[in-house]
């Protein structure tokens, strides 16, 4: 298991799956370690991906100073580990959270991602979260499911904070198939899940959307947003709203897809995330940042 130092000296791991050219990828959680990304439906026979497991999740130490878990404390991170691939550029890849931390990344260094895959990202860097609304109406969309009137109210209950969720159903919203792949990733979710850095990553002062905004607009790098037609957070307009942050992005909505898309339909998944990232590289000045 490779290993590297991040800039406050706390020891990061990675995990490589796959041949071929890298692929950054950034979990979601947030703060979840980057084992229930597995292979990305197959992504990995066509590219290796670099599998970061975030500071305290995972293979990674726990840093001595947990304000570093807030989401722009861990951009040097990312940084760190490109200059440790001996990367003038990378490919990155980001689900959900971690998609908050891509963008941050992008904007500090824009000339260091040369493409960018954000899947199922909420654009809470941006300052808007996916509401509750917006979460009952994708989940009205499974009413046909044979799960739908025994899990509705207890997802219901859940948005609304209403007692502890039953998360044996709740967490079928989740997911385009609500099957026994679906079923294990979820019940994985506790022991992959540092609750205390997650507490952090989003805490007062992560972001600043009108700077923010401001700063993708100069990013060049070809950018790519998928969302999944059933998820609900974020829903494909919402998602929508991270491609008009930048310059230079293509918005897809991958059918009948929750949060999981490479678990939903793999082989869509993956032919729409290889034509991204194998188009023709656009060419960039020389780094400097």
């Known amino acids: 298991m490779p290993t590297f130092t991040a800039p406050d000296g706390t020891r990061l791991a990675y995990h490589v799956r796959g041949e071929g050219e890298p692929l950054v990828v950034l979990p979601?959680?947030?703060?979840?370690?980057?084992?229930?990304?597995?292979?990305?439906?197959?992504?990995?026979?066509?590219?290796?991906?670099?599998?970061?497991?975030?500071r305290g999740t995972g293979d990674s130490a726990v840093p001595a100073d947990p304000a570093t878990y807030r989401c722009d404390r861990q951009v040097d991170d990312v940084e760190a580990l490109r200059v440790h691939l001996g990367r003038e550029r990378i490919d990155v890849l980001a689900h959900s959270a971690g998609g908050s931390l891509a963008l941050l990344y992008a904007a500090r260094y824009p000339r260091r991602v040369s493409r960018l895959a954000l899947i199922t990202v909420t654009p809470w860097a941006l300052g808007r979260p996916a509401t509750a609304e917006e979460r009952l109406t994708a989940a009205r969309l499974r009413a046909d499911e044979p799960w739908f009137d025994a899990a509705f109210p207890a997802f219901r209950a859940w948005l609304a904070g209403e007692g502890e969720p039953d998360w044996s159903v709740v967490p079928a919203f989740f997911h385009g198939r609500w099957d026994d792949t679906a079923r294990a990733l979820e019940a994985a979710t506790d022991e992959q899940t540092n609750a205390e850095a997650e507490q952090h990553f989003l805490g007062p002062g992560a972001f600043d959307p009108p700077a923010l905004r401001t700063a993708l607009a100069e990013v060049d790098a070809p950018v790519l947003v998928l969302a999944g037609e059933v998820d609900g957070g974020p829903r494909p307009a919402l998602a929508r709203l991270v491609a008009d942050a930048f310059p230079n992005a293509v918005f897809a909505v991958q059918p009948g897809a929750g949060h999981y898309p490479w678990l939903d339909d793999p082989r869509r998944f993956t032919e729409r995330a290889r034509a991204f990232l194998d188009a023709v590289p656009v060419a960039g000045p020389t780094p400097s940042a």
Do not use: W
Request: proline share 4%; glycine share 22%; aromatic share 4%.
């Open 28 to 54: 979601g959680g947030p703060m979840r370690a980057s084992a229930y990304l597995g292979g990305l439906g197959g992504l990995d026979a066509h590219r290796r991906l670099i599998l970061l497991d975030l």
